[in-house]
């Protein structure tokens, strides 16, 4: 039983175009993020919902916006993808009234040609 | 800001030796504090985690950190390392306390890359 699981695990895509990564998780958790992994392996937070409500939104461009449907989902869509985007995407969930463990998806490699 | 300082990019120890990774953060107040392992291709899986009480905490693997206050560090530490050991390890912090914009929020650090020779 997977706990943190994303689809795809792998997205090649030309500049330009839009595409959608998804994340479910089975934890009962009420926290889920996402986080971008740069090609120097550097993590950074982008978004982070509690309850499906938005409640970190770091600074990303306007064409990045997650979705959250249900407390098990947080959905990213990104528009108009860019070279730059070429990354590792992560999700992550915690429950974050027992503190701030996090645990990880297996990650969604994103590129853009 | 807080930031999150792992001063080694790349380590490597032969199998058997003993493994210290460095970690030294700047925070406002002590924080949560994380270590994670990610193997080539994989997510990142915790370590161990500090939040209160006893500085030295046991973790998976035969991981154990170190919480010094006075020197803002969280060091990773196994006395003898094994070849499965060879991944990337990651430190982090996270505000204590809940509410406002820092919410659970990871600040990671640059990451280790830890080479095991047989």
């Known amino acids: 039983d997977t706990a943190v699981s994303q689809t795809p695990k792998y997205l090649v895509t030309q500049m330009g175009n839009d595409k959608s990564i998804k994340c479910e998780q089975n934890l009962g958790h009420d926290t889920m993020y996402w986080y971008k992994q740069d090609s120097k392996k550097f993590l950074k937070i982008m978004f982070s919902?509690?309850?499906?409500?938005?409640?970190i939104n770091e600074t990303v461009p306007n064409r990045f916006s997650p979705k959250s449907p249900d407390k098990a989902h947080l959905n990213l869509h990104i528009n108009s993808l860019e070279l730059g985007d070429s990354a590792v995407y992560f999700c992550?969930?915690?429950?974050?009234?027992?503190?701030?463990?996090?645990?990880f998806g297996p990650g969604t490699r994103l590129t853009v040609t | 800001a807080q930031s999150v300082t792992q001063p080694d990019i790349h380590i490597t120890v032969s199998e058997g030796a003993s493994l210290e990774l460095r970690c030294n953060y700047s925070?406002?107040?002590?924080?949560?504090l994380f270590w994670y392992v990610q193997s080539p291709g994989q997510g990142l899986q915790l370590l161990l985690k500090y939040f209160s009480g006893d500085t030295l905490v046991q973790g998976i693997k035969g991981f154990e950190a170190e919480f010094k206050r006075s020197q803002s560090s969280f060091n990773l530490r196994k006395p003898s390392v094994h070849w499965s050991d060879a991944a990337e390890y990651f430190c982090a912090v996270a505000p204590r306390g809940a509410g406002g914009t820092s919410y659970g929020k990871l600040t990671f650090g640059q990451g280790t890359i830890l080479t095991v020779h047989p």
């Open positions: 992550a969930s915690s429950q974050v009234r027992i503190g701030y463990e996090q645990y």
């Open positions: 919902y509690n309850n499906k409500e938005l409640i």
């Open positions: 925070y406002g107040a002590t924080p949560y």
